[in-house]
């Protein structure tokens, strides 16, 4: 199978000590969307989330709670599969690194780097974050209060002394300028590609593996003499210790590949086209992760493009602050589509966004229920009205078509880029242009000098209405991969038939339909309008604050 027939996306796995927060869900909705978009083109694809279940920390807390380490990652796994549930997320597998499958080929990736000389014993002293893990000296913030973690303030570091296993990443140095170099789309945007070369050319060391100690965890498959940890019992060998959070959590994109059982199916969609991860943890997916790789004999992923963060009044939202949105208050309130649609219109995917529960409601109202909501519900009211639910066909050379060529290059390119953002602003400039189109044209006055037996007015009306249903038409197949039950109504009320699967799969071609004008020799008819997006009446609606 070629590379242009299939697609594999994946994001990072959340950290499954806590429920889930918008901040935490909003890089999985972003590829949710291009995951979708894709298998709308037509191409078979792959699509991977979970949850990373490994650390001292959440053994910690399960202790706290008087719970095992696996009935407290049961629980919360379930709160965040609730939640992407209810935002309409559709993986085509949702990845534990407590599976089976995921703690064979974290061994067999360690198995592999150790064959090829690639990890050694040696002693790691230094700060341990339980939220991140080891963190160099130049990584850690001092203050008058103590040393911290920059990205993880309230949680207390800690300060350790092991004797570890160690991966030899300084070997990947010059491999890993030329890949940044030789591929600059390699990593994206371009300001966290450079932050990441720049890293790079100050020089890499080599970094903790393992840890001792620990019983949470994947055992570590290899003695201190190089023989294997494993007993004749199938169980293993506590004094290996355990393989370190981080090096585990980042095989399961291999995992979810095929990797290590299944070779046939780990060829057709390895390497992944696309990484979604945030800025937090770009050093481990830009150079970590690539290096590993090459150790075990396998390729570096095609892409990854780095998010930032959302912010309330500046700072970084987070559970631990209480500052966060609450995914489930949000889709209560806005619905599935509202909530996805608000999230990736307000939230820039390529950097830090500052937002609110206040902002989400006002988008919501003044994008949704007002501009295309209010397009839609009128256009078909007017056409029930006027033809009698009769659907006339677009013009060809109107200048709705002609905007939609540039509009539609517009979206693709952006979407196929990560601007998810821009993406969407395209296309509502798109729905503004229709709205202007209705004042400029006014199908009421042309409906009444029609009825008055003006000649060329009903020619007029039906040229007009006919040009709204198709910008209709479009407008909702665009959006689909964002909104994907509202777009469904969109198309049954415009008369259409829509063609593609709850997660996408199925159908024509996208590109296809997305022609302006694709199903003009086809007559139909108009069902009755029904509000999409009713609006929320107050902006002071419940807040969905954490």
């Keep these: 199978m070629s590379p242009a027939d299939r697609f594999y996306i994946t994001t990072a796995i959340a950290y499954a000590n806590n429920k889930p927060g918008l901040h935490t869900l909003y890089e999985v909705i972003g590829a949710d969307v291009i995951a979708r978009w894709h298998r709308m083109k037509g191409d078979e694809t792959r699509f991977l989330t979970g949850t990373d279940e490994h650390s001292v920390n959440i053994a910690q807390r399960a202790a706290e709670l008087g719970k095992s380490p696996m009935d407290f990652v049961d629980e919360t796994v379930a709160l965040f599969r609730a939640a992407e549930d209810a935002l309409l997320i559709s993986p085509d597998r949702f990845i534990r690194t407590t599976d089976p499958d995921h703690i064979r080929a974290a061994q067999e990736m360690v198995r592999r780097a150790h064959a090829n000389g690639d990890v050694y014993l040696g002693t ?302 395209a296309v509502w400039e798109f729905v503004g242009a229709a709205n202007r189109l209705v004042d400029a044209e006014q199908p009421w006055a042309l409906a009444k000098a029609m009825k008055a037996g003006e000649a060329d007015a009903e020619t007029r009306l039906r040229a007009v209405l006919g040009d709204l249903i198709e910008a209709c038409r479009l407008i909702a197949l665009a959006a689909a991969p964002f909104i994907p039950t509202a777009a469904p109504r969109a198309l049954a009320q415009l008369g259409y038939a829509y063609p593609y699967g709850v997660d996408g799969n199925g159908g024509p071609s996208l590109l296809d339909e997305l022609r302006w004008g694709a199903h003009a020799g086809e007559p139909g008819r108009l069902a009755t309008a029904e509000p999409l997006f009713p609006r929320i009446e107050t902006e002071a609606a419940t807040p969905a604050a954490g």
Aim: with cysteine; net charge negative; aromatic share 14%.
């Design 124 to 425: 790691y002293e230094g700060w341990y974050c339980p939220a991140e893990g080891f963190k160099a000296r130049s990584d850690v913030v001092e203050t008058a209060e103590g040393t911290h973690c920059p990205n993880h303030p309230t949680v207390p570091l800690q300060w350790l002394s092991e004797h570890n296993w160690f991966f030899r990443l300084s070997a990947y140095q010059e491999r890993l300028e030329r890949l940044f170099e030789e591929h600059p789309d390699f990593a994206q945007p371009d300001y966290r590609r450079n932050e990441m070369l720049g890293f790079i050319k100050q020089g890499l060391d080599d970094f903790s593996i393992s840890r001792a100690g620990a019983t949470w965890g994947i055992p570590f498959p290899v003695m201190p003499d190089g023989t294997s940890s494993q007993r004749p019992d199938g169980s293993w060998d506590p004094a290996a210790g355990t393989i370190y959070v981080w090096y585990d959590a980042l095989v399961n994109y291999v995992t979810g590949a095929g990797f290590p059982d299944d070779p046939t199916t780990f060829e057709k969609w390895w390497p992944a086209d696309l990484h979604v991860i945030g800025k937090d943890i770009a050093r481990f997916h830009t150079i970590y992760w690539p290096a590993m790789l090459w150790s075990a004999g396998l390729e570096a992923p095609r892409h990854v493009w780095i998010h930032g963060w959302l912010l309330a009044q500046g700072e970084r939202m987070s559970k631990s602050k209480g500052n966060f949105l609450d995914p489930n208050d949000v889709v209560r309130t806005l619905g599935a589509d509202g909530a996805r649609y608000v999230t990736l219109r307000e939230v820039a995917f390529d950097r830090d966004t500052d937002v609110s529960w206040d902002s989400f409601v006002r988008r919501y109202n003044a994008d949704l229920a007002n501009d295309f909501g209010n397009l839609l519900n009128r256009t078909i009211s007017m056409a029930n009205r006027y033809l009698e639910g009769e659907r006339p066909a677009p013009g060809p050379d109107a200048g709705l078509a002609k905007a939609w060529v540039g509009t539609l290059a517009t979206y693709r390119e952006r979407l196929e880029t990560c601007l998810l953002q821009d993406a969407l602003c």
